[in-house]
């Protein structure tokens, strides 16, 4: 059974930091593209970064040179570091594997709210 769990959400100021990370289980990261979405209020949902052992990673332009995605073989993790947040960075994120051959392969995890606000 495959598990995706999100933590690390939560209420931070404009030009402050918060560290996500995906607790994964029952995959392998090998075969997977490992995504970060968000989607805020009214907006459809939204690639944040993605990493691979084929394309490495991937940024959408808003965050980039803000926001770090790795993976942690050791404890089996997709971690997203976003630094200098801004208002505009408030949604839901969630995270994703994607297999990059069949693409039915394809998991969610429930997401954690990010707000940033003074």
């Known amino acids: 059974q495959v598990q995706l769990v999100e933590s690390g959400g939560g209420l931070v100021q404009p030009g402050g930091s918060l560290r996500l990370s995906c607790a994964v289980s029952g995959i392998s990261f090998g075969p997977y593209i490992m995504g970060w979405y968000r989607q805020a209020p009214g907006r459809q949902r939204e690639l944040v970064a993605a990493?691979?052992?084929?394309?490495?990673?991937n940024y959408t332009d808003s965050v980039k040179g803000r926001f770090t995605i790795y993976r942690d073989g050791a404890d089996n993790t997709v971690n997203l570091r976003m630094n200098n947040l801004k208002p505009e960075d408030t949604a839901v994120y969630y995270c994703n594997a994607r297999h990059r051959i069949v693409p039915a392969y394809d998991y969610w995890g429930r997401g954690t709210q990010v707000t940033v606000s003074s």
């Open positions: 990493v691979s052992s084929i394309t490495g990673t």
